[in-house]
């Protein structure tokens, strides 16, 4: 029970996070909406991590097409257009979900199929089932650059680049995702879908003092918010540049900043630590996992959520470039965080599955 007592600890730091962040904002509603959704992913957590992953196996090809369906509806009028992404769909006044998040739990177990289920005689997936791996995960990232939404691409591919590896496929067809990542961008940029602000994020890496007031504004504040909280932070709710709300989005993707400041170098340095042992968890069950399907799943599990985590601390720190990626467990948003529990409990179905057929050996 270590990796959901890890993600419990997460998720209650980052409702604290959120609270500060929020506290001085006209609607107080920000912390009870991240409450619920944390419940909400606690109880669906506990429920996933008792399920048996030959049942959820039965339903996986049900859950692919209704990512697959959503993603396609953020595309029409029932999609909503939020920081210039196209990546949401509004259910009723204030209730509103991003499909891409639901569809990274689909991808994972949806390549599971084709790369965990081995044939008799295999020692490692065939040239058939890597290519119906990228068939199934060209679908929703194609969705997604129509978006258009860079970090969840960075994730997908992640997860496509990490199940692959994990299955022990043949090394080459990792080539084989990296010149097709590098021709979706050549052909996104014909499109006209790779916009302006995108290359000119790029180029606040290269000389941030350049660009501070403008594009490179965010990644400016950030730096400024995570230098100034020292070594133990300036305690919680107590920061003023939180209080000030120059860092945008600081509830959100900006989530980092805010323990920067208040908890300090410390704080900020217990959450990677937190999120480094939950992922080096992952990573055993993975290893340790009895069946290829329960390997490629926790593999990509963990590629999803190590890919975010780095991109997001990365894009604080001014390491990486701002793009919209949430800390897992952390960051404010009910979808996020929804997803990342029902991952957590997806690693310990393929633990407690193991762990259940060590028990069956015994007897």
């Known amino acids: 029970m270590i990796v959901p007592g890890l993600a419990v600890a997460l998720s ?42 030959r049942v959820l196996r039965a339903y996986v090809p049900l859950g692919y097409a209704i990512a697959v369906g959503s993603l396609v509806g953020v595309l029409t009028p029932l999609g909503v257009r939020v920081n210039g992404q196209h990546s949401w769909i509004v259910l009723a006044p204030g209730v509103q979900f991003q499909p891409a998040e639901f569809a990274k739990l689909a991808l994972v177990l949806a390549l599971a199929m084709p790369l965990g289920e081995l044939r008799e005689g295999e020692r490692r997936p065939g040239f058939g089932a890597v290519l119906t791996a990228l068939a199934l995960a060209a679908i929703p990232m194609a969705l997604i650059v129509l978006q258009p939404d860079p970090g969840t691409l960075i994730v997908f591919c992640a997860i496509l680049a990490g199940v692959i590896l994990v299955s022990g496929a043949r090394l080459r067809w990792l080539a084989v995702l990296a010149f097709g990542a590098a021709a979706t961008v050549v052909a996104a940029w014909q499109a006209g879908l790779v916009r302006p602000h995108h290359v000119e994020r790029l180029m606040v890496l290269a000389d941030p003092a350049s660009y501070a007031s403008g594009i490179g504004y965010n990644a400016a504040q950030a730096r400024i918010a995570i230098g100034s909280g020292g070594l133990a932070g300036k305690g919680l709710f107590n920061g003023e540049q939180t209080a000030g709300h120059f860092v945008p989005e600081q509830h959100t993707d900006f989530i980092f900043t805010v323990a920067g400041e208040e908890l300090g170098f410390a704080g900020g340095a217990a959450i990677v630590v937190l999120l480094g042992v939950l992922l080096w968890r992952g990573v055993g069950i993975a290893a340790r996992s009895g069946s290829p399907y329960g390997r490629v799943v926790a593999g990509g599990v963990v590629c999803w959520l190590a890919a975010q985590s780095f991109v997001n601390v990365g894009m604080t720190l001014g390491l990486l470039p701002i793009i919209g990626v949430p800390l897992p467990l952390v960051s404010y948003g009910g979808s996020s965080t929804v997803a990342c529990l029902v991952a957590v409990g997806l690693l310990e179905a393929v633990r407690r ?3 259940s057929a060590w028990a069956r050996d015994l007897r």
Do not use: E, F, N
Request: hydrophobic share 55%.
């Open 353 to 355: 599955g193991r762990a």
């Open 12 to 53: 209650g730091t980052g409702l604290l996070l959120v609270w500060s962040a929020t506290r001085t904002q006209p609607d107080q509603s920000l912390l009870v909406r991240q409450a619920v959704a944390v419940g909400i992913g606690l109880a669906l957590m506990w429920l996933v991590s008792r399920l048996d992953l």
